[in-house]
């Protein structure tokens, strides 16, 4: 959404994006629990994990911060968003108040906006989901790009994706082994 009031974008897609820092116990809690997660996906066992989350947890607490500074600063821009929007948002979001979703729906000044709830946690865009989002934010971004890239978003199909999600695991792999 920085982007978006920062540079001229064609569309943006908030997505299970906060407004409020209202709970930092809510996001450490999360956090904590993709870290776990994460880390039982590699494998490893229940000692390490409680003493490499509790590592990751302690080196974090600065980034907290740096969290609620951009939530805020973006909170304070949103009305400077003038792109057609799509707003998607979890109903169950364990993450962030899902009254997030109608902040920036409601803030916006984009005359094209439209608001999306999906029966999901955080992260809808792994889960059962994923194909349907993809699918619906791929026609969403083709109303609003130019004629030369409308074939190449038609012809997008989810499993390309992989390489991307493939990319976007191992940042998240390195994120969370950083020393």
């Given at each position: 959404?920085?982007?978006?009031?920062s540079?001229?974008?064609?569309?943006?897609?908030?997505?299970?994006?906060?407004?409020?820092?209202?709970?930092?116990?809510?996001?450490?809690?999360?956090?904590?629990?993709?870290?776990?997660?994460?880390?039982?996906?590699?494998?490893?066992?229940d000692?390490?994990?409680?003493q490499?989350?509790?590592?990751?947890?302690?080196?974090?607490?600065?980034?907290?911060?740096?969290?609620?500074?951009l939530?805020?600063?973006?909170?304070?821009n949103?009305?400077?968003i003038?792109?057609?929007?799509?707003?998607?948002?979890?109903?169950?979001?364990?993450?962030?108040?899902?009254d997030?979703?109608?902040?920036?729906y409601?803030?916006?000044?984009?005359?094209?906006?439209?608001?999306?709830?999906?029966?999901?946690?955080h992260?809808?865009?792994?889960g059962?989901?994923?194909?349907?989002?993809?699918?619906?934010f791929?026609?969403?971004?083709?109303?609003?790009?130019?004629?030369?890239?409308?074939?190449?978003f038609?012809?997008?199909?989810?499993?390309?994706?992989?390489?991307?999600?493939?990319?976007?695991?191992?940042?998240?792999?390195?994120?969370?082994?950083?020393?």
């Amino acid at each position: 959404m920085r982007l978006a009031y920062s540079k001229k974008v064609k569309a943006v897609i908030p997505m299970c994006a906060p407004m409020f820092f209202d709970n930092k116990t809510q996001l450490t809690k999360g956090f904590r629990f993709f870290a776990k997660e994460y880390k039982e996906l590699e494998g490893k066992d229940d000692a390490t994990i409680k003493q490499e989350v509790e590592q990751l947890m302690e080196k974090s607490s600065g980034m907290f911060q740096e969290i609620a500074d951009l939530i805020t600063d973006v909170k304070s821009n949103v009305e400077m968003i003038y792109a057609p929007a799509m707003v998607v948002q979890a109903k169950n979001d364990e993450m962030i108040n899902t009254d997030s979703a109608n902040y920036i729906y409601e803030n916006i000044q984009s005359d094209e906006k439209s608001i999306k709830w999906y029966d999901a946690t955080h992260v809808i865009t792994l889960g059962d989901k994923k194909r349907n989002c993809m699918r619906i934010f791929m026609r969403f971004l083709s109303r609003w790009i130019g004629n030369n890239n409308r074939m190449r978003f038609r012809s997008f199909d989810v499993v390309k994706n992989n390489a991307s999600e493939r990319r976007c695991n191992k940042w998240t792999k390195k994120q969370l082994h950083k020393k």
